[in-house]
């Protein structure tokens, strides 16, 4: 070997170990704890301002007091429609809120940080380094992307109220209905509806899942139990950190299994949800909505008028899928009550035991040996 060709080995040699060196001192940098107050798991003020700037110039200037009479009178004209399907009367439901597109982001930010309370009280226990600071800067960012693009499709929501931990001495928050009035007010004006009954076809939709929760008081208590159990999976045994221990370790595989499992009955019990609601609102809708088959037509259209850029997203973020649960639950109605008949179909509502599996779902014969 030439003094050169030892002189180039050694050059290598320090280049690919100063590399190696500058590579876990980066690394302890990332990970090193900062000298400062732990972090939340998500920057909710951040999160809020990337959503409202995605709103546009349209998700202003309603006027709630004005829409809010108005919902009123329209639901207590159709809440008696619901009794054709429901068989069982919608007797007290929550005022119908109207909001304009940052007043639904800030109601669904309620929502999430009800629910992910418990990861959060866990969160500011963990030291803040330059590498979770550098995730959660991603997370406020793709969260804050979806709340905006959430805050211009939806029209309407029901707002059960689940929470995932008990508070000792706190108030549970009553549960509520919301219209997005600038984004009903774009399709009526876009899809030319101003002469059908828009707003009283959606309120009888929200007014379903109201009859759900309302009138079934397990169906939220099971949804708080099964979300609940699926966080503490995730968390070490005692329930207190977000790091496994090595007893977790070791039921990984079990834990995974039943993770599936309840993740799988989720996804069920919220396709029967959407496609329940829709069921009765195209059902009792068609003889007492006016212009309904045009308003069934035009959602159809809008859903079919998404860019690339948002059937990406709703892709990635798993809300195709919760669209296509309308279409599921739906035909699993349709498909129990042309075999068996309304009554049949409510045995839905006994119980947790009694919601179909996403198999039973699109096979309703399945589910009827054993609810006939």
């Not at 639901?75 to 639904?104: H, W």
């Amino acid at each position: 070997m030439t003094p050169a060709t030892r002189g180039d080995l050694v050059r290598r040699t320090l280049a690919v170990g100063a590399v190696g060196a500058g590579a876990v001192l980066s690394a302890r940098v990332l990970l090193r704890p900062q000298l400062q107050t732990p972090r939340r798991l998500v920057d909710w003020d951040d999160v809020r301002r990337i959503a409202v700037s995605r709103t546009g110039a349209a998700g202003v200037g309603i006027n709630p007091e004005a829409l809010e009479s108005a919902y009123t009178e329209m639901a207590a004209r159709v809440a008696p429609l619901m009794i054709e399907v429901c068989q069982v009367p919608l007797t007290g439901y929550p005022r119908f809120i109207a909001l304009d597109r940052a007043g639904f982001i800030d109601a669904n930010l309620g929502m999430v940080q009800r629910l992910l309370a418990p990861v959060e009280r866990i969160r500011a226990t963990i030291p803040e380094s330059l590498a979770t600071g550098m995730g959660r800067r991603m997370l406020d960012r793709y969260v804050g992307e979806l709340f905006g693009l959430l805050s211009r499709r939806v029209l309407g929501q029901y707002d059960p109220v689940l929470a995932l931990e008990d508070v000792p001495g706190a108030e549970r928050l009553p549960s509520a209905l919301y219209l997005v009035e600038p984004n009903i007010a774009g399709i009526e004006r876009d899809l030319r509806l101003a002469d059908t009954d828009l707003r009283p076809w959606l309120i009888l939709h929200e007014l379903t899942h109201a009859w759900q929760f309302e009138v079934h008081p397990w169906l939220g208590r099971h949804l708080e139990s099964v979300m609940r159990g699926l966080m503490l999976d995730a968390l070490s045994a005692d329930g207190k950190t977000l790091l496994p221990s090595r007893q977790m370790i070791g039921k990984l595989p079990d834990t995974v299994r039943g993770q599936v499992q309840s993740i799988r009955h989720v996804q069920a019990v919220m396709s029967v949800l959407e496609g329940y609601s829709n069921y009765v609102m195209h059902r009792a809708g068609r003889s007492a909505i006016r212009g309904s088959a045009r308003l069934e037509a035009a959602i159809q259209q809008r859903r079919r008028q998404r860019g690339p850029v948002e059937r990406l997203v709703l892709t990635i973020t798993g809300l195709e899928l919760k669209m296509r649960q309308y279409d599921v639950g739906e035909q699993f109605a349709v498909g129990v009550v042309d075999r068996a008949g309304l009554t049949v179909l409510n045995r839905v509502w006994e119980s947790a035991e009694m919601m179909p599996t996403l198999d039973e779902l699109r096979h309703p014969e399945r589910w009827l040996r054993r609810a006939v």
